[in-house]
Every structure is written in structure tokens, then in C-alpha cells.
């Protein structure tokens, strides 16, 4: 008779990080920015929704934001032009899927949409029409904050990745467990930050990414192992070849590499259940999210306690809200909530 297979524990931590003064004052900068009842850039039709989303990747990499500013300013070069405004899907064009979060973060609880401070609906409002002189007083004060976010080289979050995956993959060295993570952000930009981080840090070579489009080099070298080995097996397979890339990259990462840098694409549709390591550099505001996430590699015929990691700044008032309403909802850091040693506390099971 088979032996039954039991459904392993999933085991949440927390990296605390402080951002360098640098990044705190990029961040207050931005945030100062957003938070002004009238900017040019921005139509104020979107206002809620793009205040939102620009403050998540802005917690996400100074590189995230300093492309996302780039496109703030081409939307008042626009107007300066005669043009209309960038789409929404332009100006948030770096972060994927953000429309699943609009019934999550842009309601009230009761379900009611946002107002803005004078109890009018958002989109209720006009838009504000700027002087010629204001547009370019406003884009002047946005490339300085581009430059400046340019300017920034590393980023501390980005340093706790490199502490707390070293952790993570000593132990499972030691457990004889497979040297596996799977990595989700929500921007493609802060994913290519992250593989160069990788990359210049021990994992060069390492790597699988995996988002929306998974077009690049990467994606045609995992295409092409992949294409090899498959004729070589069952040549009979039939898949689109979107699908046939995304099957690529889920062999690559399991036969080839060490990490896959995932977007959201990467949260549904895939099984990474020879990986015990979920990663959540950046925390989506949708708890379903989350589930999803986790869900790729907690699930039925995983041998091993999945670890999820997460990453909080915790004199970040929107991050600690963030937390708590996941905690609240999904139970995710109860009893670990904080436990940034882990690794040194917490005894695993002996056995996989």
C-alpha cells in the first residue's frame, strides 16, 4: 500500500530592513508629491488608483521608481504639446495584473468608492488644468527626484534578500533539501534589479525570470533547452508557444537554476512544488494574492515545510498597514510575526 503522504506545515517570517537615509528621503519626497490635491500629471479621475499604485512601487526599488517618475514627466511633456494624458495602462505599464487590485484597495469597507477630502467621489472631480509655467515648475521638481533615485545604488531591502536567502538556502543544504526559491515582485523593473543584485552575488547563471510576456534572452535559452529535450521525449506535445516558453522556464528552474524572480503572472498556473522557499520581496494588497503565491509551492505532493519569507519596513506606516490587514485576513504571520531570526530559533522538522 502507498504511504500517505501528509500536507507539510507553512512556516511564515519577517526580515525586518531600514532604509538608508537616501531612500528614506526619496520616499518622503514622492510621498509628498502624491499626497498634493492638485499635480499636473496625474488626471485626477485616476487619482486614487495611480496614488496607490505609484506608492507601491515606490516601496518596491528606487529603480521602479525612477522609470515610473520618467513617465510622469512624459505625461506633462504631453501637455505642454496640446496631447492628452498617457492612458492608466501606460503610466502603471511596470506593474502587472494592478487592475485585480482596484476592488481591494481602492473601496471603502462598506464597499463604497474612495472620496477625496471635500466628501466628492474622485471621479466626480475635474481635472485640474495647469498653467504652462506650473507644468514646468512640476516637471522640473520631478526630475530632480529622478535624478536623485538614479542616483541611489543599492537598496536596503534588496541587502536583507542577500542575508535571509543565504539563511535559507544554508539550512536546506544542511537538510539535504534542494537550494530553491521562487521570488514574486510586483514590478518588471524592480525584477531586473534583482537578478542584477543576483547576479553580482554569487547567483550569476543561476537565475530563471518569469513574467507576463517572458520575452528576452533568458526566456529563448530556457526555450531552447527546453525544445531539445522535449522532442526527445514526446514529440507528440502540442503547446502554443506562449505556453510552451512558460513550460520552458518552470523546467529551467527546476533542472538548471537555483531562483525564479517571478511577477504576479508567475502566482497562477504553475507548479513549484520541488521548492520549499517563497520569497515576497513586495506584498500585494489583495490577501488572495498571497494565497496564490504560496500556493505554488505549498500544495499536494510537497515533502518539505514551505518558508514564507517577507519583508517589512517597519517605520513605514503603509507597509505596517499592509501587514496588519494580511495578518487580520489570512492569519499569514501569526506567531512568527517578527521573527527575523528564524532560521537560528525555529527547529524544522529532521526529516523531508
Same mark, same amino acid.
Given at each position: 500500500?502507498? &504511504? ?10 519577517? +526580515? ?11 520616499? &518622503? ?46 505625461? @506633462? ?21 494592478? #487592475? ?14 474612495? +472620496?477625496? #477630502? ?23 521638481? @520631478? ?35 534542494? #537550494? ?58 502540442? @503547446?502554443?508557444? #506562449? ?20 511577477? &504576479? ?30 500556493? $505554488? ?6 515533502? $518539505? ?19 496588519? @490587514? ?27
Amino acid at each position: 500500500m502507498q &504511504e500517505y503522504t501528509p500536507y507539510t506545515n507553512r512556516i511564515s517570517m519577517v +526580515e525586518d530592513f531600514t532604509p538608508a537615509e537616501e531612500e528614506q528621503r526619496l520616499y &518622503e519626497s514622492v510621498s509628498e508629491y502624491l499626497q498634493r490635491p492638485e499635480v499636473a500629471a496625474i488626471k485626477h479621475s485616476q487619482r486614487a488608483l495611480m496614488v496607490l499604485v505609484y506608492r507601491k512601487i515606490l516601496v518596491s526599488s528606487s529603480f521602479a521608481i525612477a522609470q515610473t517618475i520618467e513617465s510622469l514627466i512624459g505625461n @506633462l511633456d504631453r501637455q505642454l504639446t496640446g496631447l492628452q494624458p498617457e492612458s492608466v495602462e501606460a503610466l502603471v505599464k511596470d506593474v502587472e495584473r494592478y #487592475e485585480e487590485e482596484i476592488e481591494e484597495i481602492a473601496k471603502k469597507e462598506d464597499g463604497e468608492p474612495i +472620496e477625496a #477630502e471635500n466628501g466628492a467621489a474622485e471621479a466626480e472631480q475635474p481635472d485640474y488644468t495647469a498653467a504652462p509655467e506650473d507644468i514646468e515648475k512640476e516637471k522640473s521638481e @520631478l526630475s530632480g527626484f529622478k535624478k536623485f533615485a538614479e542616483g541611489i545604488n543599492k537598496n536596503s531591502k534588496g541587502d536583507a534578500l542577500l542575508i535571509a536567502l543565504k539563511r535559507a538556502f544554508e539550512h536546506n543544504r544542511k537538510m539535504g533539501w534542494p #537550494e530553491k526559491a521562487v521570488i514574486f515582485t510586483e514590478s518588471k523593473r524592480t525584477q531586473q534589479y534583482l537578478f542584477a543584485l543576483l547576479s553580482q552575488n554569487g547567483y550569476e547563471e543561476r537565475i530563471t525570470l518569469f513574467s507576463g510576456t517572458n520575452e528576452g534572452p533568458l526566456g529563448r535559452r530556457a526555450f531552447e533547452r527546453w525544445e531539445r529535450e522535449r522532442f526527445r521525449h514526446d514529440k507528440e506535445l502540442k @503547446l502554443s508557444k #506562449e505556453a510552451a516558453v512558460r513550460e520552458a522556464l518552470i523546467h529551467e528552474f527546476k533542472r538548471c537554476t537555483n531562483i525564479l524572480i517571478a511577477t &504576479e503572472a508567475g502566482a497562477e498556473g504553475i507548479n513549484l512544488q520541488f521548492c520549499n522557499i517563497v520569497v515576497n520581496y513586495d506584498l500585494p494588497w489583495n490577501p488572495q494574492r498571497i494565497e496564490q503565491r504560496i500556493d $505554488r509551492c505549498h500544495r499536494y505532493g510537497q515533502k $518539505r515545510d514551505v518558508v514564507v519569507l517577507n519583508f517589512l519596513n517597519r517605520k513605514n506606516a503603509a507597509d505596517m498597514r499592509v501587514f496588519e @490587514l494580511l495578518d487580520k485576513k489570512l492569519k499569514l504571520f501569526e506567531g512568527v510575526f517578527g521573527a527575523s531570526d528564524f532560521f537560528q530559533r525555529r527547529r524544522y522538522r529532521e526529516t523531508a
